[in-house]
C-alpha cells in the first residue's frame, strides 16, 4: 500500500543521505589531489608491492607516508604531455569547473589509456555531475589497470551506496579496507553499513 506521507518522508531522507555522500566524495576528492599534486615529488622509488606490504602492516601513523607515498607513485604517468593533462584535469576540477576537467581528462584516457590515475580522475568528475554510471564505468578500468587502488574501489562503494546496493557497498569497502587497513572514511563507512547489510539477512 502507498503510504503518500511515508514516501514523501523517504524520499526527503535519501535525498540528504545522496547529498551528504557526494559532500564526503568532495572532501575526500580535494584531499587526494592536494596529497597526489603537491607531495608528488616525494614519492618513493620502492616497488609499489612493497609500500602495499607496508600499508597492510602499518600503524594509523606509518600509513599516512605510506598512504601519500603510493598516491604519488600512483600519479606518475612516465609521460610529461600526460602529466600536463592530468595537472590541468585536477586544477579544473578544484576550480569547480568539471565540463573543462572532463575534457582534459578524457585527452588524457585517449593519449594514455594504460595510465589508471586518469580513468579514475575522469571518474571524479563524472560523479560530480551525478553521472554516476560513467563513473562507475571508469572506476572499474583504473581497477582493471590498478587492482589496488583503495581510492577507485572507495569509490565505486560510495555510488553502490548511492544506487542503494549497500550488499555491494559493503563489499567494496571491506575490500578497500583490506588493502588499506586505517583509512578512516572506509572505516566509516563499513561501520554504518554492516549492521544493516548483516541485520537484513537475518
Do not use: C
Amino acid at each position: 500500500m502507498d503510504i503518500p506521507g511515508r514516501n514523501a518522508t523517504l524520499n526527503i531522507v535519501m535525498g540528504i543521505a545522496i547529498i551528504n555522500l557526494k559532500r564526503t566524495v568532495a572532501a575526500i576528492f580535494v584531499t587526494v589531489m592536494f596529497s597526489a599534486s603537491s607531495m608528488a615529488q616525494e614519492a618513493d622509488s620502492r616497488d609499489e608491492v612493497v609500500l602495499l606490504a607496508q600499508l597492510a602492516q602499518s600503524t594509523p601513523e606509518q600509513a599516512i607516508g605510506i598512504d601519500r607515498q603510493l598516491k604519488a607513485l600512483w600519479s606518475q604517468s612516465g609521460s610529461a604531455s600526460a602529466d600536463l593533462l592530468l595537472e590541468r584535469g585536477r586544477e579544473a576540477l578544484d576550480d569547480g569547473d568539471t565540463l573543462t576537467a572532463i575534457e582534459h581528462l578524457t585527452a588524457l584516457t585517449d593519449h594514455a589509456p594504460d595510465f589508471a590515475e586518469g580513468w579514475n580522475m575522469r571518474a571524479s568528475a563524472f560523479f560530480g555531475m551525478d553521472r554516476f554510471g560513467m563513473a562507475a564505468a571508469d572506476l572499474e578500468h583504473a581497477l582493471t589497470l590498478n587492482p589496488n587502488n583503495y581510492e577507485a574501489i572507495f569509490g565505486l562503494g560510495l555510488i553502490f551506496e548511492i544506487i542503494e546496493q549497500p550488499g555491494k557497498a559493503l563489499d567494496a569497502y571491506e575490500r578497500a579496507l583490506a588493502i588499506h587497513p586505517h583509512h578512516e572514511e572506509v572505516t566509516n563507512a563499513v561501520n554504518r553499513l554492516k549492521p544493516q547489510v548483516e541485520g537484513s539477512t537475518l
